[in-house]
């Protein structure tokens, strides 16, 4: 395999971005059919990621492999509350392409974020996945994530 570069996204790669985005919302598309996949095009998702590549609400990395994108990674630290003690960060969206998936790509982007969260002293790194999303699962929990709570839907 050829050598994953893992860094901070820049202004220039919004679009890009972006665009792993869309393939993340047409990816969980099939574990909820209700999701807008043509957010990362809307305004407010084009501010948000401009945001977070600035590093105004959190951040985002993004993996190279022989010049081209090949995944990215957004988290933030989470607003503080008195509910929980210790600071926590959060894995908001994450997506690596089919064809460098298993390959290191995804656990190089964790770690990154681990090492980001270490420098603000956040003590819990935290992040959602579908539950018959297994393929998704399985990589957080080799990435050191277990099971915390659980969050059930009713549609109406």
Known sequence: ?????????????????????????????????????????????????RQMIAGEIGVCFVAEI????????????????????????EVENMFVDEAQRSR????????AFYDWCRQYDVNYVMVTAFTNNDRALSFYQKQGFSDYSTTLWHKL
């Open 1 to 49: 395999m050829n050598e994953v570069t893992v860094r901070l996204a820049r202004p220039e790669e919004l679009s890009k971005v972006q665009d792993l985005n869309h393939e993340l919302f047409l990816s969980d598309n099939r574990h909820l059919a209700d999701l807008n996949t043509n957010w990362p095009y809307q305004e407010v998702g084009k501010e948000y990621f």
């Open 66 to 89: 022989e010049g081209k994108l090949v995944g990215y990674l957004a988290g933030c630290i989470q607003r503080s509350d008195t509910v929980y003690r210790g600071k926590r960060a």
């Open 104 to 111: 290191g790509v995804g656990s190089k982007l964790i770690e």
